[in-house]
């Protein structure tokens, strides 16, 4: 038997292919699916405690440090492709810009979280400069 496969995309691809009865994959895959699970549920547990103590105390680093977590959660679900599996399965030709878009913000809130979490503008003004600049390219 002879199987031919025509894939188009914009970027590279990485199909590894394996032939097993239904058993034998969801044997392989639970055990993957309740690790992302957990990896998952403990992001957003960091962020929901984040998001606590931003209102609590009111100290802005936790809002920033929230929105780096986040977006940080988003580029591996964006990753896996458990984004698109479960939010956007619509969305396929989308999956390029998603990683691009959440691997962007994640770029862009990590320097803002040092900003606030060091207090650099107070600690050290020329690191400031650095940072920012960071935060924009």
Not at 109 to 137: C, E, G, M, Q, R
Request: some cysteine; overall charge neutral; aromatic content about 24%.
């Amino acid at each position: 038997v002879t199987y031919y496969f025509k894939i188009d995309t914009e970027s590279t691809v990485n199909i590894p292919l394996s032939i097993q009865k239904a058993s034998e994959f969801y044997q392989n895959v639970i055990p993957i699916e309740i690790y992302y699970g957990i990896f998952v549920g403990i992001f957003l547990l960091v962020i929901l405690n984040s998001l606590f103590l931003f209102f609590y105390l009111r100290e802005p680093s936790y809002f920033w440090y929230v929105l780096f977590i986040l977006s940080n959660l988003i580029m591996n679900l964006c990753l896996s492709g458990h984004i698109f599996q479960y939010f956007f399965s619509d969305w396929g030709g989308w999956q390029n810009k998603g990683m691009l878009a959440a691997f962007s913000l994640t770029n862009f809130f990590s320097p803002i979280y040092a900003i606030y979490f060091l207090d650099v503008k107070k600690h050290n003004p020329w690191f400031l400069y650095i940072l920012s600049t960071i935060a924009l390219i």
